[in-house]
């Protein structure tokens, strides 16, 4: 039996891990969120692991709030990149492969191609800064790490864009989405999927040395109004979407304008097919549905 923990677990990823450990009869999972096990509590980390030969973790947890990150940055390096330092501490001292997540909001966004694990990171505000920062901190305390990069993450569970639009379409005739910037929706469960799977591939080979950086979304491209309007079609919603620029969208945090990831060391390494960001919503919805 291998034992994979897993923080965070009452999050989006985290929730969609949970639905499908079922199918995993070699894993034994240890699910906690931060009721059971705060990460920024050292202490109460290295405690909850005795006795538990967890050989994986699996760090869901994280400030995902990038506007309130703007005015909460001491909030959001506490868990985005302290509490990863712990957990990285936490693996390297107990023999423990981490298995970290990190975001397009790494990036600046000024690329004109899918931003590759090598190209330079510049994040445009504090939510992507302390991701980068968890980053760093993770890659200099252990070497055998996995941090999987990634992008406009949705599920049924939590709070996401695809939510917020199907609940603002039922109630609303006419929407404002900004259509300057784009990048990849990810479903969790496709993410949450890889993930089973790349701990599988590691676990059958012995001589497994590909530790480090990976980019992982759905497959294609599209802005935020592209994804609005998709979701309203799929939801059955009559709300019309119109297309505005950032400038004209009040918000908190800047943005990236352009966030596509290039996935072609993970499909490589760990030989993943990863679906259609279209295919993967229409999943998403008919799950909601049902
Ligand atoms: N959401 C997105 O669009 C994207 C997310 N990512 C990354 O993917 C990962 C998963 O994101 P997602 O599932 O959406 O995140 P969620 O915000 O849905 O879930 C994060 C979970 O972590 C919990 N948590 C917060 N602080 C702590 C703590 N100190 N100790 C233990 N648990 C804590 C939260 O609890 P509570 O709700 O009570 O705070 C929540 O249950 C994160 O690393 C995120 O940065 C990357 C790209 C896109
Ligand atoms: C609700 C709404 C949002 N928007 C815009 C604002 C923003 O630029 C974009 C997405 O808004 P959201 O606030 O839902 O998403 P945002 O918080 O920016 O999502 C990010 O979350 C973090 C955690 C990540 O790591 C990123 O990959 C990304 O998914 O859509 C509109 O244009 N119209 C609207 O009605």
Not at 229 to 248: R, T, V
Request: aromatic share 10%; net charge negative; charged share 25%.
């Amino acid at each position: 039996m291998i034992n994979l923990l897993v923080t965070g677990s009452n999050g989006q990823l985290g929730r969609e891990i949970r639905d499908l450990s079922s199918e995993y009869d070699s894993f034994h999972f240890f699910f906690t969120d931060i009721e059971e096990l705060d990460i920024t509590n050292k202490t109460a980390l290295q405690s909850y692991i005795e006795g538990k030969d967890i050989r994986y973790l699996i760090n869901c947890a994280a400030y995902t709030n990038v506007d309130q990150a703007e005015e909460n940055e001491d909030t959001a390096q506490l868990i985005n990149a302290v509490a990863v330092k712990n957990l990285a501490e936490l693996a390297s001292n107990n023999n423990i492969i981490p298995i970290h997540i990190s975001t397009d909001y790494v990036f600046s966004g000024e690329n004109f191609k899918p931003y590759t694990e090598t190209d330079s990171t510049n994040p445009q505000g504090s939510y992507g800064r302390t991701k980068l920062q968890g980053e760093e901190l993770l890659k200099e305390t252990t070497p055998n790490h996995i941090i999987i990069r990634t992008s406009w993450l949705y599920s049924p569970f939590g709070k996401n864009f695809l939510k917020t639009m199907i609940q603002l379409g039922k109630n609303k005739t006419e929407l404002e989405v900004i259509a300057d910037q784009i990048g990849t929706p990810t479903y969790a469960y496709d993410l949450a999927k890889s993930i089973l799977k790349i701990i599988s591939h590691i676990e059958k080979d012995n001589n497994f040395k590909d530790y480090g950086t990976y980019h992982f979304s759905n497959e294609g491209v599209c802005s935020w109004y592209d994804f609005a309007q998709e979701i309203q079609l799929s939801a059955g919603n009559k709300c019309k979407i119109s297309a505005i620029e950032s400038k004209d969208f009040h918000c908190l945090a800047k943005r990236p304008h352009y966030s596509v990831l290039n996935k072609s060391k993970i499909k490589h390494i760990f030989d993943l097919e990863i679906p259609h960001w279209r295919t993967s919503m229409k999943h998403c919805i008919h799950r909601m549905n049902n």
